[in-house]
C-alpha cells in the first residue's frame, strides 16, 4: 500500500508493520545479537544480528521505499557505507568523481582507496558531460556524484551522466545527502546506487551516525549485502530506531529546512560583506535550471557563501554568531556554520581546494528549522 502513498505518508509507513507478538505501533529495539534457530541451518529469517536484525530491517525498507529501489542497507557510517560501495571494485579499476565532493570522501579515495585497493579517481567538472565522456577509460567501472555539491553547491545533471554510463555499462553512484529523496530520487533518473549519510537529515536531530545505501536492482543488492555480512560495519539497533523517530518528521523538516535557506540565501544577496552566495534555489546560480528540473520539493537547506575579509575577519564573524553553532556536519534542526577550508575539507590538497575556489572566504551554512528572522538577526549581529 505505502509505494501509492505521497511522500509525507510514506515517511510514517512505508516498511512499517506493527510488531507481530506485541502489536507494537512502533518497530521495537531488537537488542539481541543472535537468535535461536528450530533446527541446525533453519531459521526465522534471522540468525546473526550482523546479517540482518528487525530494527535494522525496519529501517532499511523504509529507505528503499522512500528512494523507489529494490533494497537497502544500513551502516554504521556515512563513509561505512561509501567504502562498502567501493568494495564492488577490483583493484586497478577507474573511478569518476565530480571534483567538488565531501572532504571525507576524498580522503577516503585518495589517502587510502588508491593505495590500499589500487583504485584510480579522475576528478572532472560534472556539470561539463564532455569531460566525463574524455575522460572514460577502458577500466572505468564507476561514476561518484554528488549533487548538490559540498561545499560549493554545485548541481550536476543526473540524467545526463547517469545516460553516459549506462552507454559505457559503468555503475553510477549518487551521494543524495544534501537533497534527501524527499526532494531528489537519483535511482528514477538513471542511478544504479545511492549512497546517503544518514547522520545528516534523515535522523535531523545531530544524536546518531549512519550511513545508507539504495540499490536499484536485486543483483547490486545482494552484492551489497554481502559486503555488508562480510565486512560487519553495520548500523545498531538503537541508532536504527532513532533513525526511523528521525525520518518520521522528514517531509515537515524539509520543508522547513527549504524555506528558511532560501530566506537566509535572498537575505545574503544583499548584505555588503557578502561577495557571492552559493545556493541552487537562486536564479543566479549557474546550474539553477538543472536544479529547478531534478530538485522537485526545494532546493536544500544548505547555503554557502564567500564574504569579504582575511581569515581573523571571517572566524571573527564565526565566533560572533549565537543561534549559527560553529561545528561540523549539517542536517540537524539547529542551524550551524562552518570553514570548509579548515574544518571539513582541511584533508584536500592544497591545489584541489584552489581550483574549487574553497578558501578562507567560503563560508557554509546549514539552515535549521528555527525562526528565520532570528536566523537572520544573529548573522546581521555577527556581521558587525
Known sequence: MSKQLNFASKVIHAGQENEAATGAVIPPI??????????????????????????????????????????????????????SVLELLQPHDHVIVNEDIYGGTWRLFEKLKRYSSGLEFTYVDMGNPDAVISAIKPNTKMFWLETPSNPMMRVTDIKAITSIAKDHNILSVVDNTFATPYIQKPLLCGA???????????????????????????????????????????????????????????????????????????????????????????????????????????????????????????????????????????????????????????????????????DHSIVRLSIGIEDPQDLEADLIAAFK
Request: proline content about 3%; aromatic content about 8%; overall charge neutral.
Open 192 to 358: 544504479d546506487i545511492v549512497v546517503h549519510s544518514v547522520t545528516k537529515y534523515l535522523n535531523g536531530h545531530s544524536d546518531v551516525l549512519g550511513g545508507v545505501v539504495v540499490a536499484a536492482n536485486e543483483s547490486l543488492h545482494e552484492k551489497l549485502a554481502f559486503i555488508q555480512k562480510c565486512t560487519g560495519a553495520v548500523l545498531s539497533p538503537f541508532d536504527s530506531f532513532l533513525v526511523l523517530r528521525g525520518i518520521k518528521t522528514l517531509a515537515v523538516r524539509m520543508e522547513k529546512h527549504c524555506s528558511n535557506a532560501e530566506y537566509i540565501a535572498g537575505f545574503l544577496q544583499k548584505h555588503p560583506k557578502v561577495k557571492q552566495v552559493f545556493y541552487p534555489g537562486l536564479t543566479s546560480h549557474p546550474q539553477h535550471a538543472v536544479a529547478k528540473s531534478q530538485m522537485l520539493a526545494g532546493f536544500g537547506g544548505v547555503v554557502s557563501f564567500a564574504m569579504h575579509g582575511e581569515q581573523e575577519d571571517i572566524v571573527k564573524f564565526m565566533q560572533n554568531c549565537r543561534l549559527f553553532t560553529l561545528a561540523e556536519s549539517l542536517g540537524g534542526v539547529e542551524s550551524l556554520i562552518e570553514q570548509p577550508l579548515t574544518m571539513t575539507h582541511a584533508s584536500l590538497d592544497s591545489s584541489h581546494k584552489e581550483k574549487l575556489g574553497i
Open 30 to 83: 531488537f537488542a539481541t545479537s543472535t537468535f535461536a534457530q528450530k533446527a541446525p541451518g533453519s531459521n526465522s529469517g534471522y540468525e546473526y544480528s550482523r546479517i540482518k536484525n528487525p530494527t535494522r530491517e525496519a529501517l532499511e525498507k523504509m529507505m528503499a521505499e522512500l528512494e523507489l529501489g529494490v533494497g537497502a542497507l544500513a551502516f554504521a557510517s556515512g563513509m561505512a557505507a561509501i567504502t
